[in-house]
């Protein structure tokens, strides 16, 4: 069964450091989000990409992070410089441009950020 | 999209069933009610959804309530892997395949 893949699993950094995560959709799947879960929460978009494109980025923190997916296929999220409060789970996902009007989205395991 | 209430956790005995409810009381006509499961650790996972009418997959069933403002899933046989926090999501359909907007969901333990 295709699955979304992710790595590193984890990573441990120190504050004002660069990270950076990656993410490889479920092949086919033009749509691929980034989602930030903060411990006991569920979890909220950062940014989502059709192909190429952002479509939405209106709750990424552009003064430290930024996305990219530049052949439409695997993504990059960066931050720079790293903060304490951004310690998380970074979770990509994609979704099928063959779903139609459902909305099923395909999690990847995703990334546990510690920032020290 | 609706606004969802679900109990913040529940138990449940191993090899019973476990119903999970959601209250969606604003639901509109159109709306789908979506769940997904996150065991600890890992991305969530889809579960199933529905509209209007009872849904059943290899996960699980869907029932939701004739007027629509709530929804009970239902895993006939948990087992100790079925421990995770399950999220209800009510939304739109839609083209655009805007963002899951998860609450903060409700934890099962399936207790041995």
């Known amino acids: 069964e295709a699955e979304v893949a992710q790595s590193p699993r984890y990573k441990i950094t120190e504050k004002s450091q660069a990270v950076a995560f990656w993410c490889d959709p479920i092949s086919g799947h033009a749509t691929l989000y980034w989602y930030r879960q903060i411990l006991g929460q569920g979890p909220e978009l950062l940014v989502q990409f059709q192909d190429e494109s952002v479509v939405d980025d209106s709750q990424l923190p552009k003064d430290r992070f930024s996305a990219e997916r530049l052949k439409g296929v695997d993504s990059t999220l960066k931050i720079q410089p790293a903060e304490l409060g951004d310690s998380a789970m970074y979770l990509c996902?994609?979704?099928?441009?063959?779903?139609?009007?459902?909305?099923?989205?395909?999690f990847g395991p995703g990334t546990r950020l510690t920032v020290l | 999209d609706a606004k969802t209430t679900q109990p913040t956790s529940m138990d449940c005995a191993e090899g019973r069933a476990a119903n999970l409810p959601c209250n969606h009381s604003t639901i509109s006509g159109n709306e789908y009610v979506y769940w997904y499961r996150q065991i600890h650790s890992q991305g969530p996972q889809y579960i199933i959804h529905?509209?209007?009418n009872n849904e059943t997959n290899e996960m699980a069933s869907l029932i939701i309530t004739e007027d629509r403002k709530s929804s009970t899933l239902i895993l006939p046989h948990a087992t100790l892997r079925d421990t995770a926090v399950y999220y209800c999501i009510v939304r739109l359909p839609s083209g655009s395949a805007r963002q899951l907007t998860f609450g903060s969901g409700t934890q099962l333990t399936v207790l041995p």
């Open positions: 996902a994609s979704r099928s441009t063959l779903a139609g009007l459902t909305d099923t989205q395909y």
């Open positions: 529905g509209l209007k």
